[in-house]
């Protein structure tokens, strides 16, 4: 969506305001208009009596420390664990509201005193963080505004959806309680009308969206960490389990320094290797993670999962098989 001229020039002291020089071109790039435009801005700002300066040698703009906004009380540590947060090196397709933060970044880097921004800036150059990138077009971001305008006015949405447990394309009208990020995806909980109860909709397998003018009344009742209750991660399947798994020496440090579930204990082994017990709500989710450790882990308990993972593990042997044969 195309800025207003106000939206840009304030957008463009916002940009200023940061302890970096930005030279036109990337100005420009930021601000999606041409050089002639920043151009052109810059000169609103001087008539407007803000007091910019550009560095030769560094071959940028930038505005006086603190020139209009007062600094935060922030200290070294709390301004850099926000401007990590939303720094550019936040993958867009995973990072929740990536671009929004990344905005706030700008006004709250602006409004830092003047030796916080500069110890701040050469720390984050030398920083990384690593995103992974989801399947294309199973990032959910057109969906997400629609969905987050339906629960601020309580409003139904009919939604066309490629449900992965129906393994067919379902259409149903929701009625959107909590969006959840987990998992590196976007998912909204809510009245499914189809299935007549509560259910999760990953955003990325929403097609197609349509904001209804009907409204609905939420259920005050409805908590979504109830709602999720001891699932391992997001779908709730109405049935608990005792699971207890055996970790090899190899990967059972990797495993233990995680909080994987709120209701995991560990014990160790003379050899060095790990049992790790859990109640879980389902045993979909946890086999998936299972398997990633291949032969590196083995159930103990129970009979029914360890019958899932023998069955999946005979179907990759076979698999396996058939292709060395050929």
């Not at 600094?71 to 509201?97: I, K």
């Not at 997400?144 to 067919?168: H, N, P, T, W």
């Not at 709730?236 to 190899?250: I, N, R, S, T």
């Not at 990967?251 to 003379?270: D, F, G, Y």
Request: proline share 5%; charged share 25%.
């Amino acid at each position: 969506m195309e800025l207003s001229r106000l939206q840009r020039v304030l957008r463009l002291v916002s940009i200023l305001q940061t302890n970096r020089f930005c030279s036109p071109d990337e100005l420009a790039g930021k601000l999606k208009v041409s050089r002639r435009t920043v151009f052109r801005d810059l000169d609103t700002l001087r008539k407007a009596g803000i007091p910019y300066y550009h560095d030769d040698d560094k071959g940028g703009y930038k505005i006086s420390d603190n020139v209009l906004l007062p600094p935060l009380n922030l200290d070294l540590e709390e301004a850099m664990a926000l401007l990590l947060l939303t720094s550019d090196t936040a993958n867009p397709y995973t990072m929740p509201l990536s671009q929004q933060t990344q905005r706030a970044a700008l006004k709250i880097e602006s409004a830092l005193p003047g030796h916080v921004q500069r110890h701040c800036a050469p720390v984050l150059k030398e920083t990384s963080t690593h995103y992974h990138k989801p399947a294309m077009g199973q990032d959910g971001r057109d969906s997400l505004g629609k969905l987050q305008r339906a629960i601020r006015q309580k409003r139904k949405v009919k939604i066309s959806y490629d449900s992965f447990y129906e393994k067919m394309v379902i259409n149903t009208t929701l009625s959107p309680y909590p969006l959840h990020f987990a998992n590196r995806a976007w998912y909204v909980i809510g009245y499914s009308s189809m299935h007549r109860q509560d259910r999760t909709f990953k955003l990325g397998r929403i097609l197609e969206i349509e904001v209804l003018t009907q409204r609905y009344i939420r259920d005050k009742d409805f908590c979504i960490d109830k709602y999720l209750g001891q699932a391992w991660a997001i779908i709730p399947e109405g049935k608990l389990y005792d699971v207890k798994l055996c970790f090899a020496p190899m990967v059972a440090a990797n495993v233990a320094e995680v909080l994987w579930h709120k209701t995991q204990r560990l014990s160790w082994h003379k050899d060095g290797s790990l049992v790790f017990e859990v109640q879980v709500d389902g045993l979909t989710e946890i086999s998936w993670w299972i398997l990633g450790y291949g032969d590196q882990v083995e159930v103990l308990a129970p009979k029914p999962l360890q019958q899932r993972i023998s069955q999946v593990a005979q179907r990759i042997v076979q698999k396996y098989e058939q292709a060395m044969s050929e």
